[in-house]
Nanobody
Framework: QVQLVESGGGLVQPGGSLRLSCAASGISFGHYLMGWYRQAPGKQRELVATINSGGSTNYAGSVKGRFTISRDNAKNTVYLQMNSLKPEDTAVYYC????????????WGQGTQVTVSS
């Protein structure tokens, strides 16, 4: 059974930082591209960042330079360090896993709320 369990969300003031974690189980973690998506109220889910099995990263333009995605294959965990947070970063953040070769094998976490407000 595949599980992606996010943690680290919460309420933070503008300009603050948060670090999200996603612990994966039931998959060969090193064979998966990992990513973070987010969905704000009334909006479509959008890509935030991805990191492939080789460690190459990709970011949405809106977060580039502020967010950093990383992975620890020994811990089966992917992280999203979010700095200089803005109110428009408020959303539910979802962890995503996709097999590097068999893209039909993809999975989502349950999401964690991030609220940026004074």
């Amino acid at each position: 059974q595949v599980q992606l369990v996010e943690s680290g969300g919460g309420l933070v003031q503008p300009g603050g930082s948060l670090r999200l974690s996603c612990a994966a189980s039931g998959i060969s973690f090193g064979h998966y591209l990992m990513g973070w998506y987010r969905q704000a109220p009334g909006k479509q889910r959008e890509l935030v960042a991805t990191i492939n099995s080789g460690g190459s990263t990709n970011y949405a333009g809106s977060v580039k330079g502020r967010f950093t995605i990383s992975r620890d294959n020994a811990k089966n965990t992917v992280y999203l360090q979010m700095n200089s947070l803005k109110p428009e970063d408020t959303a539910v953040y979802y962890c995503y896993a996709q097999h590097s070769f068999y893209s039909q094998f993809d999975y989502w976490g349950q999401g964690t709320q991030v609220t940026v407000s004074s």
